[in-house]
């Protein structure tokens, strides 16, 4: 292949990770809304794809029909020849084709126009970037985790205890501790350990304790944490994608799903909420991407409150569930394994 063809592929990842990720946006809100997906923790791992895609995609370029590795070009092509392909079989898929079979971007397009060196600088510029968001990723990533370090080892355990018995079944099981620290200014999650503020213990009623352990203990079982820093890593390498609005969005979700958690253990809402306010009075926010505070944002702190107390536990039936689930869980792999703007 010639070695000027790799850089209108780098570009192209560049480009079509873009087109990628916002088609994949659109695909799967448009399948949570017309499938009624309500609950919140699948529809948080629904708005995963979007970030699963751009990666998958680097696997699914196929050199064997691109246009221009036949040093055919698609601009000079005559009218009527070129065509855009939306077709689902069983994989969702938009492409350019030929008539003669073979494929084009609009990468390739944008590529050629520009002309060679500007591609260059383009790829050179959002390339070095990367490796840059990368490596200051890095860097945080191990200061966090010093500083997580730092603050376990000085926490003092919590004489407590748990009365509600199917939760302290379930935290016998997962084998979490319960520290406080004053370092900290909201209870969370890290390394099986569950911190509270040392300020915070002694004004938490049984259920509002109870609940703080039922919500950030859903965060650990579900990976919540691993989840999050997957994401930050992705939109960091993929810096020229604006993908911190999609983020919020997922943690949001995330956040909600947890707080439903609650009725599993016959724990009160009003508990829930009571234990949000007081947790919210001296909270500040936290910096560590390590970890996931039980009040991460006071700027949605109503939006929050207004879910908890409105919220119901839904009941679905057995067959409805299934059929609805199963439907989704083609329409993502649809998505997910086809091919989108790329060539």
Known sequence: MNPELYWIYLFNIIINS?????????LVSLFVYFLRIKNPRVQSFCYLLPFCKIWLDLFFYCFSSWALAFNVNPLLALTGTRTLRVQIDPFFGIQFCMQNGQTFSLADVVALSIGLFWVRVIVISIGSGAVIALILCWVRFVRDGKRINRIIQNALPIHRFI????????????KVQFVASPEIHSPCVARKKLLFPSSLIDVLSQQEFEAIIVHEMTHLRCKDCIIRLMCWLISAVFWWIPTQWWRKRVEELQEKASDQAIYQFEISKFALAEAVLKAARNTQVSNLRSVISFIENRTILTNRMQTILQQEPTQRTLGGRTIQYGLLGLSLCSILFGKMWIF
């Open 18 to 26: 873009i087109l990628s990720f916002y088609s994949s946006v659109l």
């Open 163 to 174: 009365l509600n018995p199917k939760l302290k079944s379930w935290v016998n099981k997962m």
